[in-house]
């Protein structure tokens, strides 16, 4: 039950790297008109009005957050701003509640260390995934001796534990794209067959 008004303080002032930066991450996921993508753990919706935009008037970017709060916010804050092509989805703690090869492209930006059942979540999204599909991740490093205890405490696993879940969920690591000093950004493309066999 988040306080909007707050994570908006919070998520979008320029202080924030990720807000800082999300014009050089929105560059970096190249999306492309008529794509379908989601935004994972979509927060206040920053990043899913902006997809919108890149790919309308044909694409869709469904905003994807476990908070109703964040999902009415994004509902509202998108009908204000005549944008048509975004659709709020109210996920689970296991799954992301997004339809089979649905989407082209999932972007998941400081969320996947808040995943509490990271296969499950990862299963979800691998088969939304469309054959060939991209995930982006952004996330915090956490290494000790360089990032601070609040970040240590709070991000669950770093870069590398990431990686091998990920790849172990189905996905080819592609690149890193460095952009942020305490944040990275990796990319993943959608292998052929998951080891559940979806």
Same mark, same amino acid.
């Given at each position: 039950?988040?306080?909007v008004? *707050?994570? /908006? %303080? %919070?998520?979008?002032?320029?202080? *924030? #790297?990720?807000y800082? &930066?999300r014009f050089?991450?929105?560059?970096?996921? #190249?999306?492309e008109?008529?794509?379908?993508v989601?935004?994972?753990?979509?927060? =206040?919706?920053?990043?899913?009005?902006?997809?919108a935009?890149? @790919?309308?008037?044909?694409?869709? @970017?469904?905003?994807? !957050?476990? #908070?109703?709060?964040?999902?009415?916010?994004i509902?509202?804050n998108?009908r204000?701003?005549?944008?048509?092509? @975004?659709?709020? +989805?109210?996920c689970?703690?296991?799954? #992301?509640?997004?339809?089979?090869?649905?989407?082209?492209?999932?972007?998941?930006?400081? $969320?996947? &260390? &808040?995943?509490?059942?990271?296969?499950? =979540?990862?299963?979800?999204?691998?088969k939304?995934?469309r054959p060939?599909?991209?995930?982006?991740?952004?996330?915090?490093?956490? +290494?000790?001796? /360089?990032?601070?205890?609040? $970040?240590?405490? &709070?991000?669950r696993?770093g870069?590398? $534990?990431? $990686? !091998?879940?990920?790849?172990?969920?189905?996905?080819?690591?592609?690149?890193?794209?460095? /952009? %942020?000093?305490?944040?990275?950004?990796? @990319?993943? *493309?959608?292998r052929?067959?998951a080891?559940?066999g979806?």
């Amino acid at each position: 039950d988040p306080d909007v008004d *707050r994570f /908006i %303080m %919070m998520f979008e002032g320029e202080s *924030r #790297a990720i807000y800082k &930066h999300r014009f050089d991450i929105l560059n970096a996921l #190249a999306l492309e008109p008529g794509q379908d993508v989601a935004d994972i753990g979509a927060g =206040t919706g920053f990043f899913s009005l902006m997809f919108a935009e890149k @790919v309308a008037p044909k694409g869709t @970017v469904y905003a994807v !957050d476990i #908070a109703e709060n964040f999902v009415d916010h994004i509902r509202d804050n998108a009908r204000e701003h005549g944008i048509k092509n @975004v659709k709020p +989805v109210l996920c689970t703690e296991r799954d #992301a509640k997004l339809k089979k090869n649905s989407v082209d492209v999932v972007f998941i930006c400081d $969320t996947y &260390h &808040h995943f509490e059942y990271p296969f499950d =979540t990862m299963a979800s999204i691998h088969k939304a995934l469309r054959p060939g599909g991209k995930l982006m991740i952004v996330d915090f490093e956490r +290494v000790k001796g /360089i990032q601070n205890d609040w $970040t240590l405490d &709070h991000v669950r696993c770093g870069k590398g $534990t990431v $990686t !091998d879940e990920v790849k172990d969920s189905g996905f080819d690591f592609v690149e890193e794209i460095s /952009i %942020m000093d305490e944040q990275y950004v990796i @990319v993943f *493309r959608k292998r052929d067959v998951a080891l559940d066999g979806n």
